[in-house]
Structure formats: structure tokens, C-alpha cells
């Protein structure tokens, strides 16, 4: 379920560290009153970095990330020919959604701020069906690296917007992996647990 936040958040709660900001409605009973009263808060949830895999990948992220530019799957064909075999063969049944996410991508640079979001939104349909042959053994998992890479962008130019669920559960996903040797953050995972409750609770 998408919505949009009638304020824009500060995105960074650490230096050097990029999150998604994901609000959390938590019902408080005010005995005096004798009534509940719902109050939202922020949940970060940090951005883990994504990887190259290979030198083949990592030639790729570099030449994007030496652009400022998210991971244009069009583009990587036009600048590394040798991958366009491995890509048709994972994305031929989505290859229109990829054309039309490299259109938005081009406005957005550009300075369409509206495409930012569509590219975003487009993003989120296409990590559907990840993983592939192509990103897990060749191209490296460029669609997380543009998730973030769009949240990020979209904070900067103080765009509203909200992730679908299903989003959100992923990010928290890789940060508990990330995190998955380091002490437990209780006010993460009860922010986490809230979460998840009032997603149960939508459905019935």
C-alpha cells in the first residue's frame, strides 16, 4: 500500500550512512483521558551497500557509479556487449519494462523529479523477479543497488513517497543479515515488530 508522508524526513541518522524511513503508527492509551491516541514513528532502516560479484560486474558498477547513475540494464548492453546474451536469456519476458525504466531513468537525469519515482515504483515490480541467472552469477545484484540508489536519490530532491510492504520487508531483511553478528538493537526490532502487527492487521 502506497501513501505519501505530509513531511519530508531527514534521511541520514548516521554519518555516512543512508537509510529508508519507513513510519511506524503506534496506538497509545491515555488512561487520564481514557482514550487511544495513534502516534507515528520512524523506523530507519539502513541501506546496505551492494557488492560487485565479479570483474565483469565490477566493471560494470564501476563505470555507473563513476557517472553518478543508476544501473541502466539498456545502457549495460550498449557498453558491454558481452553481456547481452546472458541478459536476454534472464529478462527477455520483462525487456519492455526495462526499456521504459531506461526512459525514466533518462528523464529523471534530466531533471524530471516525477520520473525518479516512476523509476522507483518500476524497480520495485522488476525486484519481483530476482534473483536470475544473469545477477547472481554475472551482472551482481544491480536491481537492489538502484533501490537504493532511487531512495536515496528521491530524499535528496525532498520527494514525498512510501515503498510497497513487501519493499520494506526486504530492506529489513539485508539489515538484519548485515547486522546479523553485531549486538541486537531492541528499538529496531520492536519498531520492526510494530511493523509487521499493523501489516497483519490491514488484512483483516
Known sequence: MRCSRNTVRIMKREENKNYYIEPVEIEIYLKKAGKVRTVIKDMYIELIEVEPISEGSKKIFDHFIGRGDPIDLMEVQNMFPEFIKVIYDSYYKNMDLFEKLSMHYKTALGGSNDSWRLALYFTELLLKYEPTVASSKFLGDFQTYNL?????????????????????????????????????????DKLVELWEFNIKEKFY
Open 148 to 188: 537504493n540508489y532511487l531512495i536515496t536519490k528521491l530524499y535528496s530532491v525532498k520527494q514525498n513517497f512510501l515503498l510497497e510492504d513487501s519493499t520494506v520487508a526486504y530492506l529489513i531483511k539485508r539489515r538484519n543479515m548485515a547486522y546479523r553478528d553485531k549486538p541486537r538493537d531492541k528499538e529496531f
